[in-house]
């Protein structure tokens, strides 16, 4: 079975300045998606970010990045030049391929500071 | 190009009774996918329907029902209802490939007495 771990509940950064949010997962198939949604307080869940295992260069979103490490099952987003819009929950999810379901970590709460 | 919308926004119900939450896909996704979000955790997948049909489903009771209309809309049915099935539950659409993304709704947020 795969799972989906996010080890910090919460993190807060300045305005404009850059932080990390770390994930993991584990799973044994070699075809599979990645991706972070953000939550912010209006409760949608929106796409922030999505990455094919298959590719080995990390997806870039204007100020979002991954760091995404195959081997160590690592899949960390980086936010650069953060805003107070930034402020929200955000999820760390898992989809295998050929099969749409989503599995999600538990989140993490990001609090932007001006 | 439309989003995918649910109603209602909030519902009020009483332990033992029905509720029917419903859901309309994004313009061009054929497939709808539906995940129970309880207070301070990350989503879980209920099932997932695909031309009107289910097409795949969580560790969720078969109280959890569905259906899927030729528009690709969605009803998620929930019979029985339990304190702890309180929860926002959220709907998701895409177009059913190995490689396509879900777009999530504004959710239902689904209060149990």
């Known amino acids: 079975a795969q799972t989906v771990t996010q080890s910090q509940p919460e993190m807060s950064v300045q305005e404009a300045e850059t932080v990390t949010l770390s994930c993991t997962y584990d799973?044994?198939?070699?075809?599979?998606?990645l991706f972070w949604y953000k939550q912010p307080p209006s409760r949608q869940m929106i796409l922030v970010i999505r990455?094919?295992?298959?590719?080995?260069q990390n997806a870039t979103e204007n100020r979002f990045s991954v760091n995404f490490q195959k081997a160590a099952k690592s899949f960390s987003l980086k936010i650069s030049d953060s805003q107070l819009g930034d402020t929200a929950m955000y999820f760390c999810?898992?989809?295998?391929?050929?099969?749409?379901?989503?599995?999600f970590g538990a989140g993490t709460r990001l609090a932007v500071h001006p | 190009e439309t989003g995918v919308t649910q109603s209602p926004t909030h519902l009020i119900k009483t332990r033992g009774q029905q509720v029917t939450l419903r859901c309309s896909s994004q313009?061009?996704?054929?497939?709808v996918s539906w995940y129970q979000q309880a207070l301070g955790q990350g989503p879980q997948f209920i099932f997932q329907?695909?031309?009107?049909?289910?097409?795949g489903r969580g560790n969720f009771p078969p109280r959890f029902s569905g259906l899927q209309f030729p528009n690709y809309s969605s009803e998620l049915n929930v019979n029985a209802l339990e304190l702890d099935d309180s929860a926002l539950y959220l709907c998701a659409s895409s177009f059913h490939s190995r490689t396509d993304t879900q777009y999530f709704g504004p959710g239902t947020r689904l209060t149990v007495l």
């Open positions: 799973t044994s198939e070699s075809n599979y998606y």
């Open positions: 329907y695909y031309r009107e049909e289910e097409n």
């Open positions: 990455q094919e295992a298959y590719k080995q």
């Open positions: 313009s061009g996704h054929n497939t």
């Open positions: 999810a898992f989809s295998r391929g050929g099969y749409n379901k989503l599995i």
